[in-house]
């Protein structure tokens, strides 16, 4: 076991290096991905929501640089933004939340462009939570719309089936 009276020195050793008066409790240290479209790896998990419902937590994680649309429409990489996550939640509190999530986990296909995922997985909260373990780890493009309002950064995420990404033309020459 550890010498707490150690341990006790350690942290007042680093707090002789912070300047306290600096620290400002209003300031946000996240800083949201700006506007753009972004490869992630999922991972879904039910949790209970600050208000006690049930929710899904997608945590996502981007794992090729952010790609951003120029002023001649052409995708330029944003810097910075590999292995950076987001997060997005889906309360399960009624049907049009439960329908969102729903919507979004279809777009995780198999290399025919069909959905892994079948009504079956929808019919019980625990077919949900093993259909959350199905995606695990698998990729799927984000489009990150962010906005300032009364002075607040605020973002949407939108998950893109594979379909629309080609579309966009994400996939580039494959």
Request: aromatic share 8%; hydrophobic share 35%.
């Amino acid at each position: 076991m550890a010498d707490i009276n150690k341990l006790y020195s350690d942290v007042n050793n680093i707090l002789k290096g912070i300047n306290v008066k600096k620290i400002d409790p209003n300031k946000d240290d996240f800083q949201s991905l700006p506007t753009g479209y972004y490869l992630c790896s999922f991972k879904l998990a039910v949790t209970t929501s600050n208000a006690g419902n049930l929710q899904v937590k997608s945590e996502m994680k981007v794992v090729e640089p952010g790609l951003a649309v120029d002023a001649e429409g052409d995708f330029v990489e944003i810097k910075g933004t590999l292995n950076r996550k987001m997060w997005k939640y889906y309360s399960l509190k009624d049907e049009e939340s439960v329908t969102k999530l729903i919507k979004d986990m279809l777009k995780f296909e198999d290399e025919d462009g069909e959905s892994l995922l079948v009504e079956e997985d929808f019919a019980s909260m625990e077919q949900i939570e093993a259909a959350c373990e199905v995606v695990e780890d698998m990729q799927l493009y984000v489009n990150v719309n962010t906005y300032t309002k009364d002075g607040e950064t605020k973002s949407f995420i939108n998950v893109l089936s594979w379909k629309r990404a080609e579309e966009l033309g994400l996939l580039g020459d494959e």
